[in-house]
């Protein structure tokens, strides 16, 4: 930008996009502009495509399963925040969060809450799957990692926050155990994925996130694997007054 003497809003105008977005593109190394935003900006700077987002291109090479492979973290809390709040916003349809306790996206998203309502309020379909804080499951769980903030304390922080939106029509919440070990995020076609590592948290665990671009790809497994535990799932808010 500096050499083709462009600001934000000069390149913004050029690619007919918000100089907000300029904005991201430069403060998130990470985020990939829509294809015809990365061709327009390529001819603004009068570079090529592949000095401003290499792993564009990369990915736009590959032929084979693993081209639905976004990027890989070895430890989730290495995923930017950024990723995070972008795939939550730009999704119109679905966001599932299928993680055991879901208690980080409230400490590291502390608006989390309303702009889930607004995104249900927008039409978009949104699932919480969380542990059941009394089973056995989540008990044996906290044996296992052993540390000052529970399992089931997480749980219950994630319940109380999902509290206030359970009279939001379009937000469904539900208990579920089998995803003890594999937690999974959905939005639209993307999906952030954890395997649980032996007796680490979630945040000391590895982290995929996936994009579908074929029919039975990564994506389609994991969004079955997502859409059984959501069907065996008991519905929280019914499930707790029945106790």
Known sequence: MSGARLTERDLAFRCEVDVKTVSRWLADEARVPHPRHR??????????????????????????????????????????????????????????????????????HPNLAKVLQRKAEQGCRVRFLIGDPDSEVTRRREEAEAVPLTVSTRIRITLAELDHLKDVPGIEARFGDEHIALSAFQFDDEMLVTPHLAKLVGHDSPLLHLKRHQDDGLYDRFAYHVDELWSAGRDIWLDTKAR
């Not at 930017?80 to 939550?88: C, D, E, G, Q, Y």
């Open 39 to 108: 061709w327009a900006a390529a001819a603004a700077l009068g570079v090529d495509e592949s000095v401003l987002w290499p792993e564009a291109i990369r990915n736009t090479v590959k032929t084979g399963p693993d081209r639905e492979v976004v990027s890989v973290y070895p430890y989730r809390s290495a995923c930017p925040k950024s990723v995070w709040r972008a795939l939550i916003t730009e999704a119109k349809s679905t966001i599932t969060l299928a993680g055991y306790t879901n208690y980080f996206l409230w400490l590291e």
